[in-house]
């Protein structure tokens, strides 16, 4: 049982990257997810959050109207479309999952991504 988080990686400032956030033994229809990020020396930040019937997706301000949260549950996995990314951007990664949302905005999900890179630079 886990989730998978890839999709990470260099891109020049003003690009765009597609985090994906694949689950494995369990079926994630059932399950909020949400997206975090942590840069060095920063606490790790909530980006955006949706519950299992993606119902009103949340986005930190900072993430508003530059990302884009959503899942394919045909394929059971998240994705994060990331749009006009700005070197304030770069930071790990993470994707998380629970059956209530408030435990995924919390921190507290019970299945949690290992991470996935994204440098924004020129």
């Known amino acids: 049982v886990q989730l998978q988080a890839s999709g990470g990686g260099l891109v020049q400032p003003g690009g765009s990257l597609k985090l994906s956030c694949a689950a494995s033994?369990?079926?994630?229809?059932?399950?909020?997810i949400g997206w975090f990020r942590q840069a060095p020396g920063k606490e790790r930040e909530g980006l955006s959050f949706?519950?299992?019937?993606?119902?009103?997706?949340e986005y930190a301000d900072s993430v508003k109207g530059r990302f884009t949260i959503s899942r394919d549950n045909a394929k059971n996995t998240a994705y994060l479309q990331m749009n006009s990314l700005q070197p304030e951007d770069t930071a790990i990664y993470f994707c998380?999952?629970?059956?209530?949302?408030?435990?995924?905005?919390?921190?507290?999900?019970?299945?949690w991504g290992q991470g996935t890179q994204v440098t924004v630079s020129s």
């Open positions: 998380a999952a629970d059956q209530l949302i408030e435990w995924v905005q919390s921190g507290r999900g019970d299945y």
């Open positions: 033994g369990f079926t994630l229809n059932k399950y909020a």
């Open positions: 949706i519950d299992w019937r993606d119902r009103s997706p």
